[in-house]
């Protein structure tokens, strides 16, 4: 079945630092991929996604690049903010009947002043 | 911008009831999905819901669980004879559409705590 492994958490970074998060799936055919962030006491929300190989999906000052060869869809920051901790979340779903998202443990992030 | 909305957002209930979790799914969306996080665990997937019917379950699914629309906004988790180990943070979540590529919005969450 589908699977998403995100890198172990947490990440303590200062402001201003680059922030890389790396994930990799396992998946049959060509899967549509995303990134979701939790801050705290809310709910998952949508950061940024990309349906097809090498598709860069951004947001945010955030980017992941889907690479079908690696299996991998990292997500990268260049200058990350305070108010970019969170909990960062990878994701994926199959294609035709399959409806789930299968995500990703989730990596915590802290970014200090 | 169109949220998903969900009710209430902590619920206690002793082992054994019955509870209800809420939730107001974006109106233009026709795809409904619930998820649940156990403390410290994966987001897990329970079940896709499409034109009143289930179109996907996975196996945390039983017959202890059930969903509804019944009526034109909400849509509703049921857990009956609740167990200690269903406590856990219970999201919903709806898309436009059933397409892959189409993302599912997230409401904040109900978190259930069986004592």
């Known amino acids: 079945g589908n699977s998403v492994t995100q890198m172990e958490g947490p990440v303590t970074l200062s402001e201003e630092a680059f922030l890389t998060i790396n994930c990799t799936y396992t998946?049959?055919?060509?899967?549509?991929l995303f990134w979701y962030v939790q801050y705290p006491g809310e709910g998952l929300q949508l950061l940024l996604k990309a349906t097809k190989a090498d598709d860069k999906g951004s947001n945010k000052g955030f980017e992941a690049t889907y690479r079908k060869e690696t299996t991998s869809f990292h997500l990268e920051k260049g200058s990350v903010q305070v108010s970019d901790s969170a909990v960062y979340f990878c994701?994926?779903?199959?294609?035709?009947?399959?409806?789930?998202?299968?995500f990703g443990a989730g990596t915590t992030v802290t970014v200090r002043a | 911008e169109p949220e998903v909305t969900q009710t209430p957002s902590h619920q206690v209930t002793q082992m054994g009831q019955e509870v209800i979790l809420r939730c107001v799914p974006i109106s233009n969306h026709l795809y409904f999905y619930w998820y649940r996080q156990i403390l410290g665990q994966k987001v897990e997937f329970l079940v896709s819901?499409?034109?009143?019917?289930?179109?996907?379950k996975s196996e945390i699914f039983d017959d202890q669980f059930s969903v509804e629309r019944p009526d034109g906004s909400n849509f509703t988790l049921k857990i009956r004879s609740t167990k200690l180990e269903d406590s856990a943070m219970y999201f919903c979540?709806?898309?436009?559409?059933?397409?892959?590529?189409?993302?599912?919005?997230f409401g904040d969450g109900t978190r259930l705590s069986i004592l």
């Open positions: 994701a994926l779903r199959g294609r035709s009947n399959d409806y789930k998202l299968s």
């Open positions: 979540a709806s898309s436009e559409s059933g397409h892959s590529n189409q993302p599912q919005h």
């Open positions: 998946a049959t055919g060509y899967p549509s």
């Open positions: 819901f499409y034109n009143n019917e289930i179109s996907e």
